[in-house]
């Protein structure tokens, strides 16, 4: 009997077991709303008409907006102490953008309106409140409180922060923000916390007020008090670095000065004196009753003529080694002195008229130029026996240009430009006048002879 009613229990309950494990299934549940807020990972708010809840999804990134309406297929449970549909199926249905209401509220109102459930899970607001703080998250998403009274509003957004807010956040800005209230009902309404849920980027933006322009005027103060002594201790170094490359420079041109002053005399003590007792032993040489046949006499002639000739070019070189002394004045001056010693020593009239001539001129080309001038000065009287010099500077668009003219004997500039025996031939000059960026060139005809400069400043 016993082992008859211990099959009976068997037999009932292995009767009961498929009614149990079907009872115990979940059952699937449809629901179609508007969506009201869209996470960027795995769920969604939806508004049926009759309740407001989270749908968590297994399709991925939920790609809805605000406003779309959505069919969602999925099992009822509970989530953060109030009801959500998981592990839904969803599709958007083809339907126009639902016009989602958005409820306008101050700081000061909102706590009441919280207390008073009129602000709900799934309620959107807009509030003007000022910014606490904005963190960005390990996520990339960002977190951020508002100053609001006698309630705790956390914010959330999905993606970066407007660089306007981001930049002013450390300021405690006016911000209006639009979003999603989300609740968790395990907290209790009283503690007054709740979190706004920020969709794009559009629903917050900066509101200027006088205390934030304040503030930021401020920051800019401080940091230029912060930027200006370094500015200053820059000023002071460029200064410095100024200064000490012109000291160099002095330096540097004054040794060179004193080195040009030493050889000058070298030159004026030495080889000078040297060629002037050849000449002066020439000259006693030369019989006085002019017994010698001109035959006789033309080499000692011509050696005198060479010494001499020597001795003059000896002359215009320590005195070109003097120009560097005078690089610290303006050129006009220069050349004027330059036309003036020309015409005191030669035999041409010479007739200068400067214009467009800067103040200054570095000394190497200056003194090439003055080279220059002056061996076409001393070419015009001594190869083209010139009556008349004309030395004429106009300004061009880079620097000026300088041209010496004379009315002397023509002559052919191909053959000139090879070097000649006795004296500086025109190669010389091409060559001081491309070393020295200068471009010269050379006219000659039946009437005059040009040499002209053009010279970059």
Sequence with gaps: ??????????????????????????????????????????????????????????????????????????????????????????????????????????????????????IEYGTRIRITARLLDATKTNWGSWDFHLDVPGCTVMGWHKNSFPKEVEEAADMHPLVEVVGTVALNEETPRDSATLQLCVQSLSDIRLVPDPEFTHRMAMKRLRHLWLILPVLVVA????????????????????????????????????????????????????????????????????????????????????????????????????????????????????????RGLPKRLSESVFSDLIFIVQEAMANAMKHGHAKNISIVTDPTKDGFRIRVANDGEPFDVSAALIPEAGHFGLSGLLERARRSGMKIAFESDKRHTVVSLEVNT
């Excluded at 708010?45 to 297994?58: A, E, H, N, Q």
């Design 1 to 118: 009997m016993k082992n008859f009613i211990l099959c009976i229990v068997f037999i009932a309950s292995a009767a009961s077991a498929p009614v149990a494990e079907a009872q115990a299934k979940p059952e699937l549940q449809e629901v179609t709303g508007t969506v009201l807020f869209c996470h960027p990972w795995n769920f969604f708010i939806i508004d049926t008409g009759k309740s407001k809840f989270r749908v968590t999804t297994d399709q991925g990134y939920p790609e809805l907006e605000i406003g779309d309406t959505v069919t969602a297929r999925g099992v009822f449970g509970i989530r953060e102490g109030r009801t959500a549909l998981e592990s839904a199926k969803y599709e958007k249905l083809d339907r126009l953008k639902v016009e989602v209401p958005c409820m306008d509220t101050t700081p000061e109102n909102l706590a009441d309106l919280y207390k008073a459930n009129k």
């Design 235 to 354: 000023l002071i170094l460029l200064l410095l670095v100024k200064f000490i490359g012109a000291r160099r420079e002095k330096l540097r041109l004054a040794a060179i000065v004193d080195e040009r002053k030493r050889m000058a005399a070298d030159l004026h003590d030495t080889i000078e004196q040297h060629l002037a007792g050849a000449a002066m032993f020439l000259d006693s040489v030369l019989p006085i009753d002019g017994s010698p046949t001109p035959e006789e006499l033309k080499p000692v002639e011509t050696a005198r003529n060479i010494l001499m000739t020597a001795k003059r070019e000896i002359r215009e070189t320590v005195w070109n080694l003097h120009v560097s002394e005078l690089v610290s004045q303006p050129p006009e001056i220069v050349l004027r002195r330059l036309a003036v010693r020309a015409a005191e020593s030669g035999t041409a009239r010479i007739r200068a008229l400067f």
